[in-house]
């Protein structure tokens, strides 16, 4: 089963819904997080809602926090599960607070140019509608295979969720035009973001 994400229109950046852009929501305390190779401090491309998920049950599972290095594009290896230019938490639902931004860092490099809403919808979508991303279902894999092994029980990851760049290429998160997909552990509450184009 799959649940589409469609573009909502713009949102407030501390909004606690599924969305792109704005400010991290994570538990009192997180540090805005950095890059593990420029050690930048990373921008925040998403936030999803994992009860957004197709067939989810209660109690609410998580929030899972997308992150990505806009310091040096293309010098991170920002489209790689494993090599620290990008970052996905699976976060608890409840008690989120938005995480202050470090001082003295270019506000761009830390959150995108604009926020939107990503309304999980069930398929088909209407008609005119613009598709953000998906929840759920298999991976639609622009390249090959790339499900990434949870770092600490080493089995494979559940595919989670496919996001696209979105309709405004100056104010949208950066796949080099192609597609992120993010996959998390539940049990071992990790996550992964890897980009193809
Ligand atoms: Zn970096
Ligand atoms: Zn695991």
Avoid: K
């Avoid at 401090?41 to 809602?49: E, K, V, Y």
């Avoid at 405004?168 to 193809?196: E, I, K, V």
Wanted: net charge negative; with cysteine; proline share 16%.
């Amino acid at each position: 089963m799959t649940t589409l994400l469609l573009d909502g229109g713009p949102t407030a950046p501390d909004a606690p819904v599924t969305r792109t852009g704005g400010t991290p929501l994570a538990p009192t305390g997180t540090p805005w997080p950095t890059c593990a190779t420029c050690t930048a401090p990373l921008q925040f491309l998403a936030q999803i809602h994992l009860g957004d998920l197709p067939g989810h049950t209660a109690p609410t599972p998580g929030v899972l926090a997308l992150f990505m290095c806009a310091n040096r594009p293309g010098q991170c290896e920002q489209w790689s599960p494993t090599a620290g230019g990008n970052l996905a938490l699976l976060l608890p639902a409840d008690h989120l607070e938005p995480v202050p931004a470090p001082h003295g860092t270019d506000p761009e490099l830390l959150t995108l140019g604009a926020v939107r809403a990503a309304v999980p919808t069930p398929t088909p979508p209407p008609p005119g509608a613009t598709v953000l991303g998906r929840l759920g279902g298999t991976p639609d894999w622009l390249q090959y295979d790339e499900t990434p092994d949870c770092p600490t029980c080493t089995r494979p990851m559940t595919f989670t969720a496919e996001l696209t760049e979105g309709p405004d290429p100056a104010t949208a998160m950066n796949f080099g035009s192609g597609r992120a997909y993010s996959h998390t552990c539940t049990p071992c509450g990790r996550a992964a973001l890897l980009w193809q184009c």
